[in-house]
């Protein structure tokens, strides 16, 4: 393609709401354009790239036996209250009315949509097990739309869903999708783990994230130093065991600590370690209130939580539903004296301590001297706390690390979840109808695009693996009016397509250094310069990620690409 025809604005300054490299650079390099926030069009090199993503991720897809379909995006409010998602997904979904008011919402995810279809077209076992794919755009109304391309309100997404007659046909296919998975992100060229994951809103049980290794990751994934073992933190059971405490309790009694709100500062006033305080945590669990209370350097884990007691809706209670219950404020809240209609429930750390300081559900007032079990009652210990690096590997081998990553695929076992709220059933070889049992696995293509530039970057520009660049060679012919230079271009560009070898020829009116700087931002992997010895058949040929460069004659420079490429 020549660029002098082509729509590739490129930029010299980095936009002012781009705070990681990925959207400065995509935007930069002339790859996407916001319409609005959270919001973006992929201008044509950057279509090209995402194409490449796409195709990568539909070999293997079919590779894996799943077959390709488009579903519908504007999708009827019927479907998502047969499972009750309607009120549960939350104000991410788009919703929309139409002319006769009936409600519908834009596709943030396909599981109503494919479930209905199935349930209408495929009534025996002996249609079972299918999988099929899509790769479409999804719509969430994201709160805060950031990083570009990495959370974003419309992004391309490739979801997929199999259909199964026991769970062990089940464990088949997510293992196929499992490796289709690790294989996808392989040939994109990324550094990736596999983690133990929560599957949140989507329903099910048995989960794994795909994350790509970035500090600008908004996961934290836990590792062990010395196994394989990796789960999202929100996911890594905590196996530390804890020592009772030697001490014998001691009477409770009340101290003033004025002004003093945080665990660090209660702690610092009454000169104790953090680990000696309590920490009480007031949570609305569908219509429950309940207190957790943990260990003052622990924190209480959400994730945890709403597993525990298999809850559709948790969220922390608000200052004023707390000082309702409890006649005090965050800052005081403590497990003494706790009102009837409030469960306690503690992390079981909390349960070995003796003489530990909490709040007195009085402003400005904590207890001191508080054993568990004594100075108040809990109904129940869990493990209810974040893991922390040092602590133990839940595998038993090494010690816990974090890192940070992006979330760029999910593999879901959602057994009969959605099957049985919408009676998706089939035929056994009994002649009995038995619930389908499901399964769902998506990638965030366009994500995925943006998480290989994270990692694929240096201080001039992009620097593209080879199996997903825009194109193969960047052939800059630095001054088309002189003609040796411009039939020498011509002709290396025509044979370069003859060759299959993806190119892009800078054609441009521009100055040589303008062409350079613009060739490195783009970041395609190899560039060809036609330059002042052109007369003498010799171009220069550099490789972007390293920087090598050499000069060539002309007659072998295609070979010698042809080399670099296989």
Request: glycine share 8%; hydrophobic share 35%; charged share 30%.
């Amino acid at each position: 393609m020549r660029q002098s025809e082509m729509l590739l604005p490129t930029l010299r300054e980095n936009p002012a709401d781009a705070e990681i490299k990925s959207h400065q650079l995509l935007v930069r390099a002339g790859y996407i354009r916001q319409v609005a926030s959270g919001v973006y069009s992929f201008l044509p090199i950057g279509r090209r790239v995402l194409r490449k993503v796409e195709e990568i991720v539909r070999e293997e897809m079919e590779k894996a036996g799943a077959h390709e379909m488009l579903m519908a995006a504007l999708q009827p409010s019927e479907l998502w209250k047969e499972t009750g998602r309607w009120n549960t997904f939350g104000p991410e979904l788009m919703r929309m009315h139409d002319r006769h008011e009936r409600e519908f919402a834009l596709g943030a995810t396909h599981e109503e949509v494919i479930t209905s279809i199935i349930r209408d077209t495929v009534n025996s076992y002996k249609k079972l097990p299918l999988t099929v794919f899509q790769i479409q755009n999804k719509f969430r109304d994201e709160k805060r739309p950031r990083f570009g391309l990495l959370r974003g309100r419309e992004f391309l997404m490739k979801d997929a869903y199999s259909f199964h007659d026991s769970f062990e046909s089940l464990d088949g296919t997510y293992q196929k999708m499992f490796d289709a998975y690790s294989n996808i992100f392989r040939r994109c060229g990324l550094n990736f783990r596999a983690v133990i994951a929560d599957s949140g809103a989507m329903g099910g049980k048995d989960t794994h994230e795909f994350m790509v290794l970035s500090d600008v990751g908004e996961d934290t994934i836990a590792y062990s130093d010395t196994s394989r073992y990796a789960a999202n933190i929100e996911m890594a059971p905590v196996v530390t065991t804890y020592e009772q405490s030697a001490e014998a309790p001691k009477e409770m009694k009340k101290e003033s600590t004025p002004g003093q709100r945080t665990m660090k500062e209660v702690a610092d006033y009454l000169g104790h370690s953090l680990d000696k305080g309590l920490k009480a945590i007031m949570f609305k669990v569908d219509d429950q209130f309940v207190m957790v209370v943990t260990r003052g350097d622990h924190e209480v884990n959400d994730v945890k939580l709403k597993n525990l007691y298999d809850a559709s809706f948790l969220d922390l209670a608000s200052e004023e539903e707390t000082k309702s219950l409890m006649g005090t404020g965050f800052g005081s809240l403590g497990p003494v004296n706790v009102p009837e209609g409030v469960e306690v429930i503690a992390d079981l750390a909390v349960e070995k301590m003796v003489n530990a300081s909490c709040g007195a559900n009085e402003e400005g007032c904590h207890y001191v001297n508080v054993t568990p079990g004594t100075d108040f009652e809990v109904s129940q210990y869990a493990d209810l706390r974040f893991i922390q690096e040092g602590d133990p590997s839940p595998d038993g081998e090494g010690t816990i690390k974090f890192a940070r990553g992006i979330e760029v695929g999910h593999v879901f076992k959602l057994g009969e979840f959605y099957a049985e709220k919408m009676n998706a059933s089939f035929l056994d070889d009994q002649g009995k109808a038995k619930t389908m049992i499901m399964g769902c696995y998506g990638i965030g293509v366009s994500r995925t695009l943006a998480s290989i530039v994270e990692q694929y970057h240096d201080e001039k520009g992009i620097t593209w693996p080879g199996t997903v660049t825009p194109f193969h060679v960047h052939l800059l012919v630095l001054n088309p009016k002189k003609e040796e230079q411009l039939n020498l271009g011509e002709d290396l560009y025509q044979k370069l397509q003859a060759a299959g070898i993806e190119v892009l020829i800078d054609d441009r009116k521009e100055r040589p250094g303008v062409k350079f700087t613009d060739s490195d931002l783009v970041g395609i992997p190899l560039r060809v310069t036609v330059g002042k010895r052109a007369g003498e058949g010799i171009v220069e040929l550099k490789e972007r990620s390293t920087g090598e460069q050499s000069e060539v004659e002309s007659a072998s420079v295609i070979g010698q690409i042809k080399k670099y490429l296989s």
